[in-house]
């Protein structure tokens, strides 16, 4: 865990983005503290309060004084948005991109995605 | 005590030490901030020792000035209490149970928590009755660390400690350090030659070579400052051109050049146009380039490094 | 229960009672031992010549002078180190170091001075003489007082000289340690031996002298030796470097 090439800090922060996109953490949940973080993933807790803090700057999670950090009102909402703001230019793009580089035709990778969405069940887990 | 909420700092100003005719720290400036858990890195006699011998008033420099908390700690009353160094050959009465050498020094800490001491001797199943120079290296080196983490200090120094013990017993100690650390922030500083498994516990990183201060940053400062770079030999030759180039790797047409330095984004992006790969180079990689022999002792020519 | 206190106690009490603690303990088997031989001796002069005339206990003066000598090395060698170690400063072991090696040189004269009046009361009782063989001032006829002063000295001195020595060859090892022996041992072999002077009837003050003015002289030179050594110890120890285990 968290041997990317970012920063951990950046890794953590990713992290719980991905669980409050994906639910696993909901709206005013309690999110570990610092010292949990420092401690079940054997990291500075100055790294962990660094994700933290960055978070709470984006909105994404809101600290109460004393008791500790929580996932802010509409974080998953906003998370959302940005996601989707930023998905053709992350995901859609490079696969224009590369089937134009291998002479793909662009109608088939319209279809092949028209197939994949109608699919009864999308293995989420898999594709990570 | 206002000190054990906070913890000390370290400052040192052109500190050097002999030992007769060898050098073991050579005019060096150098600040530990208060409450980081900072890394000392060095190869064996890169002076690690010494410099924490001189910090915690073991012997006093040859020359220059050390501050611990703002002051000369030798023989200064205020300071020692505060300051607690942990050698990996010991510092206790071989001849007493583990019990009255803890009694011992819980007289003399300040700060001194018998409850997390009967944690720890627990943790590293340590008998109370036993005396010191009946246990292993593992279990000398797993007391020495129940002293240092009990007595609390402000500025604790411990001096290669967990390379005595086996695996689980080095990860209970993280796992102890750190809570500890959070619930009482001090001032840590882990010295070791073997960096892998505390890379991620440190905040601060100090890397010593023959005595000399070779690099004072934050840990994740020096880790972005590396970067393998991977592709076939003439695109890196051509990306890597007047870099600082720590070491090279040749297999059959492809070479792996670790570099040091931070990377614009437009040169991120030449990189991978160039079908470069970039990639990260772990602390302990980076800390045996940096301190590699044959590129320190010679002019550290990155071209005829990368030919190497 | 706190886990936590805001004061410590003073390093030198604590010191003290420390290496108090472990001197003790090995008094405890010095006299029980000696007690023994002593007893032994006199039994065995008895059942070989009818009586034993003379103070086998004052015998106990040469053991129990290099007995704690021998303490006051290995005190320097065990626990300088651990001391500074553990958070304290050279100040305070050499202020707790000189304190239990005095005390403990008036205790084991004191000691010594009451088995040698118990076991003079025994030979009185019994009809045997006390005589005292020893090379030192006070005889048989002399007051306890001048006994326990004339016992004090070599032990005093010889408790400090343990220190030193200790420190001597701590800083500088077995060579200067060895070297420097005659000025760090031999004021505790001059305080033993300079009363043959006065027993050899050599010419001078230590033969003219009253029985009392000589016993403070050698109180008196005694106590000058004493803290030239203390003096010493302390100097060599306050600015020792504290080496790691070997």
Same mark, same amino acid.
């Given at each position: 865990?968290?041997?990317?090439?970012?920063?951990?800090?950046?890794?953590?922060?990713?992290?719980?983005?991905?669980?409050?996109?994906?639910? &696993?953490?909901?709206?005013? %949940?309690?999110? !570990?503290?610092?010292?949990?973080?420092?401690?079940?993933?054997?990291?500075?807790?100055?790294?962990?309060?660094?994700?933290?803090?960055?978070?709470?700057?984006?909105?994404?999670?809101?600290?109460?004084?004393?008791?500790? !950090?929580?996932?802010?009102?509409?974080?998953?909402?906003?998370?959302?948005?940005?996601?989707?703001?930023?998905?053709?230019?992350?995901?859609?793009?490079?696969? /224009?991109?590369?089937?134009?580089?291998?002479?793909?035709?662009?109608?088939?990778?319209?279809?092949?995605?028209?197939?994949?969405?109608?699919?009864?069940?999308?293995?989420?887990?898999?594709?990570? | !005590?206002?000190?054990?909420?906070?913890?000390?700092?370290?400052?040192? =100003?052109?500190?050097?030490?002999?030992?007769?005719?060898?050098?073991?720290?050579?005019?060096?400036?150098?600040?530990?901030?208060?409450?980081?858990?900072?890394?000392?890195?060095?190869?064996?006699?890169?002076?690690?020792?010494?410099?924490?011998?001189?910090?915690?008033?073991?012997?006093?420099?040859?020359?220059?000035?050390?501050?611990?908390?703002?002051?000369?700690?030798?023989?200064?009353?205020?300071?020692?209490?505060?300051?607690?160094?942990?050698?990996?050959?010991?510092?206790?009465?071989?001849?007493?149970?583990?019990?009255?050498?803890?009694?011992?020094?819980?007289?003399?800490?300040?700060?001194?928590? =018998?409850?997390? @001491?009967?944690?720890?001797?627990?943790? +590293?199943?340590?008998?109370?009755?036993?005396?010191?120079?009946?246990?292993?290296?593992?279990?000398?080196?797993? +007391? $020495?660390?129940?002293?240092?983490?009990?007595?609390?200090?402000?500025?604790?120094?411990?001096?290669?400690?967990?390379? $005595?013990?086996?695996?689980?017993?080095?990860?209970?100690?993280?796992?102890?350090?750190?809570?500890?650390?959070?619930?009482?922030?001090?001032?840590?500083?882990?010295?070791? =030659?073997?960096?892998? %498994?505390?890379?991620?516990?440190? %905040?601060?990183? *100090?890397?010593?070579?023959?005595?000399?201060?070779? #690099?004072?940053?934050?840990?994740?400062?020096?880790?972005?400052?590396?970067?393998?770079?991977?592709?076939?030999?003439? &695109?890196? %030759?051509?990306?890597?051109?007047?870099?600082?180039?720590?070491?090279?790797?040749?297999?059959?047409?492809?070479?792996?050049?670790?570099?040091?330095?931070?990377?614009?984004?437009?040169?991120?992006?030449?990189?991978?146009?160039?079908?470069?790969?970039?990639?990260?180079?772990?602390?302990?990689?980076?800390?045996?380039?940096?301190?590699?022999?044959?590129?320190?002792?010679?002019?550290?020519?990155?071209?005829?490094?990368?030919?190497? | 229960?706190?886990?936590?206190?805001?004061?410590?106690?003073?390093?030198? &009490? =604590?010191?003290?009672?420390?290496?108090?603690? @472990?001197?003790?303990?090995?008094?405890?088997? +010095?006299?029980?031992?000696?007690?023994?031989?002593?007893?032994?001796?006199? #039994?065995?002069?008895?059942?070989?010549?009818?009586?034993?005339?003379?103070?086998?206990?004052?015998?106990?003066?040469? /053991?129990?002078?290099?007995?704690?000598?021998?303490?006051?090395? !290995?005190?320097?060698? &065990?626990?300088?180190?651990?001391?500074?170690?553990?958070?304290?400063?050279?100040?305070?072991?050499?202020?707790?170091?000189?304190?239990?090696?005095?005390?403990?040189?008036?205790?084991?004269?004191?000691?010594?001075?009451?088995?040698?009046?118990?076991?003079?009361?025994?030979?009185?009782?019994?009809?045997?003489?006390?005589?005292?063989?020893?090379?030192?001032?006070?005889?048989?006829?002399?007051?306890?007082?001048?006994?326990?002063?004339?016992? @004090?000295?070599?032990?005093?001195?010889?408790?400090?000289?343990?220190?030193?020595?200790?420190? *001597?060859?701590q800083r500088g090892g077995a060579w200067w340690g060895t070297l420097?022996?005659?000025?760090?041992?031999?004021?505790?072999?001059?305080?033993?031996?300079?009363?043959?002077?006065?027993?050899?009837?050599?010419?001078?003050?230590?033969?003219?002298?009253?029985?009392?003015?000589?016993?403070?002289?050698?109180?008196?030179?005694?106590?000058?030796?004493?803290?030239?050594?203390?003096?010493?110890?302390?100097?060599?120890?306050?600015?020792?470097?504290?080496?790691?285990?070997?």
């Amino acid at each position: 865990m968290f041997d990317g090439r970012d920063p951990v800090y950046l890794q953590i922060a990713d992290q719980i983005r991905q669980d409050v996109l994906s639910g &696993a953490l909901g709206a005013e %949940e309690q999110v !570990m503290s610092t010292t949990q973080y420092a401690t079940t993933f054997r990291i500075n807790p100055a790294t962990a309060a660094k994700a933290f803090a960055q978070l709470v700057d984006e909105g994404v999670l809101y600290k109460r004084r004393g008791v500790g !950090m929580f996932v802010a009102p509409g974080a998953r909402e906003r998370l959302l948005a940005d996601a989707r703001e930023s998905f053709f230019a992350d995901a859609v793009d490079p696969v /224009a991109d590369a089937a134009r580089l291998l002479g793909i035709d662009v109608e088939d990778v319209v279809a092949r995605l028209r197939a994949r969405a109608a699919a009864p069940t999308t293995p989420e887990g898999e594709a990570r | !005590m206002t000190a054990t909420t906070t913890g000390w700092g370290v400052e040192l =100003h052109g500190v050097t030490q002999r030992y007769g005719d060898v050098v073991a720290l050579d005019d060096v400036t150098l600040t530990v901030r208060p409450g980081t858990i900072t890394g000392l890195l060095g190869r064996n006699g890169s002076g690690k020792s010494t410099l924490a011998s001189l910090v915690a008033a073991f012997r006093r420099p040859t020359a220059g000035r050390v501050l611990v908390d703002g002051e000369d700690p030798w023989e200064n009353e205020r300071v020692v209490p505060g300051v607690c160094f942990v050698r990996e050959s010991g510092d206790v009465l071989d001849d007493y149970s583990l019990r009255d050498n803890l009694a011992y020094v819980s007289g003399a800490r300040p700060a001194f928590s =018998h409850e997390l @001491a009967g944690e720890l001797l627990d943790l +590293f199943e340590l008998e109370p009755r036993r005396k010191p120079s009946k246990l292993s290296r593992g279990k000398k080196s797993a +007391f $020495g660390i129940v002293l240092g983490l009990a007595s609390r200090a402000p500025l604790t120094i411990l001096d290669e400690v967990h390379l $005595g013990l086996d695996a689980p017993s080095r990860y209970a100690f993280y796992d102890a350090l750190l809570a500890d650390y959070a619930e009482h922030p001090r001032t840590l500083v882990l010295s070791s =030659h073997l960096i892998g %498994e505390i890379e991620r516990l440190l %905040e601060d990183v *100090v890397v010593l070579d023959r005595g000399r201060v070779l #690099v004072a940053q934050d840990a994740e400062g020096l880790r972005a400052e590396g970067l393998s770079v991977t592709g076939p030999a003439d &695109a890196v %030759e051509r990306f890597v051109a007047g870099r600082d180039v720590l070491a090279s790797q040749r297999l059959a047409g492809t070479v792996q050049t670790t570099v040091r330095g931070v990377l614009t984004e437009g040169e991120v992006r030449r990189a991978r146009d160039a079908g470069l790969e970039l990639g990260p180079v772990p602390l302990q990689d980076l800390f045996v380039h940096l301190t590699d022999p044959q590129r320190t002792a010679g002019a550290a020519d990155a071209s005829r490094a990368a030919d190497r | 229960m706190t886990t936590t206190t805001p004061r410590r106690p003073s390093p030198t &009490a =604590h010191t003290v009672r420390r290496l108090g603690a @472990a001197l003790l303990r090995l008094a405890g088997w +010095f006299w029980a031992l000696a007690v023994v031989v002593i007893v032994l001796a006199n #039994v065995v002069g008895w059942a070989t010549r009818g009586s034993t005339d003379v103070s086998i206990a004052v015998y106990a003066r040469q /053991a129990s002078t290099w007995f704690p000598f021998s303490l006051g090395i !290995m005190l320097v060698s &065990a626990y300088l180190r651990v001391h500074v170690a553990s958070g304290m400063t050279r100040r305070t072991f050499v202020r707790a170091a000189l304190v239990v090696q005095v005390a403990a040189a008036l205790g084991y004269a004191a000691v010594l001075t009451l088995l040698v009046l118990v076991e003079r009361a025994v030979h009185d009782a019994l009809g045997w003489d006390s005589v005292i063989t020893e090379v030192q001032l006070a005889d048989a006829s002399a007051p306890p007082w001048a006994l326990l002063g004339d016992l @004090a000295v070599p032990l005093v001195l010889a408790n400090l000289s343990g220190l030193l020595v200790g420190i *001597v060859y701590q800083r500088g090892g077995a060579w200067w340690g060895t070297l420097t022996l005659p000025l760090t041992v031999g004021p505790v072999v001059a305080a033993l031996y300079v009363p043959g002077l006065r027993l050899m009837e050599v010419p001078g003050l230590w033969t003219t002298a009253s029985d009392a003015q000589v016993l403070v002289l050698a109180v008196a030179l005694g106590a000058v030796l004493a803290v030239l050594t203390a003096s010493a110890f302390s100097l060599l120890a306050r600015g020792a470097p504290v080496a790691a285990k070997p």
